[in-house]
């Protein structure tokens, strides 16, 4: 006997059910991990990919039944989510574009227009606004961010007038979160790609080996873990302004010549694909694929090490993992009292007295004092990691569970009082510091596999007592200033700057150079002639390449930075900190200024060191290039160099290609 025929509503029906099933298994895994999801997303996408095409060949026979616009809005919203989430399990970018045609086409043909009458189709017009300005931020559209605001801000203001309630509430927080993220991040509208370009940057063929290196086999970043803890940070969405630029300059500028984007073409892309697959134009196949990133957003401790764990156990031989965390040494109470002025914009949060105990409580770096911190933040200490290594071996034989006097447990009153540095970075409120610090001994069990961690906080040296404790293999460390610049001039914590900056300055060095030293120097690049911000980008990224093969040839260079070299965004990060340290130290306000300056560990060889003609003549040309040479101290050569016009651009760059002896 033949099977009953199903009607086409029926069946219809019978496919959206599978697929939101689909959809909803995938919400069950970890955003971590390599094992597992790759398959459910691939059963998912094969699921809507035969409903986008069912609904299509049978569209006139189910709005006869019922079929409302909306409803093909949200299936065209899922794939659009399918898209996103995979790219950011991948970090592979032609997802991202994948995701932008469907959303776009959902804006274009108003699925959702008829839905202010209802709350709950209200909500989901509104969920689908904000991720179409997340895709687009990612995609650097920024003129289609412009417009996207503007309409969610309409659609705001309608849903505010029709309901009350905390929904209306929370989506105008919504709206003035992504107008403040917009407003810091402005200056990077005007500039050069945060992504790694090939037409600006290094093509990784033509890196140049590290002399010493010999038979060892370079590094390769594999995996890199972006973390921010601030009150009051930047951010919308999930994406902190500075997370957000870190991912951006872990990834490839989609500059090819074999690219090509169809974001242009989504109506034809919609309508004729039956398909729901990846755009066959891929970036540049001579160019290795993007790191993996995992994104956290004010992660517990526990979180954080659960997923370093993870891709610790994962990581393919010869890779390197990049851990970066933003976080601040401070409670947001002692920041309050600290500076009065943002204490406005700071959360209340109660105090508390559980006791100050590591994760890690076998090892002993936890246990530095109050005023170890503070004299090692000193200049002029030079005993100081010897002090902190006899205090480890007094310490390691006091358990943890039984603190005697002087050790963490006793402390915890101290280190919530307004002022007082901790021994870690706080990732949570003051309510159980315990839980919410991130000491560095909590990172000593992963150093069995190769670690590149970038740290931007005012009490980023105490990660410092890492370098030579490792387990297995030697860290690489790039550490913020303890204090940045605000719009005074004047010193401040990264946390207390927040709320009227453009993020933390060092981070910004990290991924825009060239503006952050604009931000140090006073000047806004929308000053600058006609062509002179791509012009001075552009020579400044061919300097940091001959700053790099400098770095290469060095015969002193650390065997832990003569692996990572090799890596075009490990080494871009070093040529920037290089920069970064420079520019500080040659700076008259900040010179001589400790606090001031972004530390490495191990240290980088001397041909590097700010005093030395090569990164002078580097820091000399941009204070050149933009008029405010008389900020900085430079030695007579490097004035000379750096005033000679373009046949001193020459010279420089040939100053750059000599190794110095």
Known sequence: MEPAAHSPSEEYRALVDKAYSKFARLRDFPPYGRNKWDHYFHKAFQVYSRLWKFQQEHRHQLVEVGLKRWEIG?????????????????????????????YEAILTRDYFKDTEKDAPLANKQLRFCARFIVICLLLNRREMVQMLVRHLRTLVDEFGHTYQGADAKEWKVVVQEVIRFMKADAACELSRPLR?????????????????????????????????????????????????RM??????????SLYRTRIGEPSSRMSTSSHVGVAEEIPDPSLPPNPHKYILYRPSVQHLLLVLATVCEEIPANSCILLYVAA????????????????????????????????????????????????????????????????????????????KKGTAGDRSSALDSPGSPSPGLRLGSRRSPGDNFL??????????????????????????????NERGEPAVM???????????GMGVPASVSYPNSCGNMFTFFLTAPFLAFCRVVGISISTLQKGQLEHTEKFLSTLL?????????????????????HDPFLRQLV???ILCRGVFALHSRFRDKPEFLPRCCPALPEEVLPTMPTVESLVSYLATSVGVADQFEFSHASMKRSGEGSEGMTNRTSTLDKPLS
């Open 74 to 102: 949200e299936i065209a919203s899922r794939i659009g989510q399918l898209y996103y989430n995979y790219y950011l399990r991948t970090s592979d970018a032609k997802f991202l574009s994948e995701a932008y045609i469907f």
């Open 196 to 244: 790694y370009s090939v037409l600006l940057d290094s093509h990784p063929s033509s890196i140049p080996a590290v002399a010493t290196m010999e038979d060892i086999k370079p590094l390769r970043l594999e995996d890199a873990i972006l973390a921010s803890y601030y009150h009051n940070e930047v951010k919308f969405s999930e994406l902190s302004l500075d997370t957000f």
């Open 247 to 256: 991912l951006q300059a872990l990834e490839w500028e989609p500059s090819g």
């Open 328 to 403: 601040s040494g401070k409670s947001a109470r002692s920041t309050m009292s600290s500076h009065p002025s943002s204490a406005n914009l700071m959360m209340d949060i109660s105090s508390g007295n559980s006791k100050v105990v590591s994760l890690t409580p076998t090892l002993s770096l936890n246990q530095l004092t109050i005023s170890h911190i503070q004299s090692y933040m000193k200049p002029g200490i030079g005993g100081m990691m010897a002090e902190i290594d006899q205090s480890d071996n007094s310490a390691a034989s006091t358990p943890v569970d039984s603190p």
């Open 439 to 468: 000491y560095p001994s909590d990172i000593l069990p992963f150093t069995r596999r190769p670690l590149f961690i970038i740290v931007d906080s005012d009490n980023s040296c105490v990660f410092e007592s890492l370098s030579g």
């Open 478 to 488: 790039l550490l913020s200033p303890s204090l940045q610049p605000d719009e005074k």
């Open 545 to 565: 390449a001959d700053l790099g093969n400098i770095l290469a040839a060095s015969t002193s260079i650390n065997y832990a930075w003569a692996r990572v070299l």
């Open 575 to 577: 040529l920037r900190f």
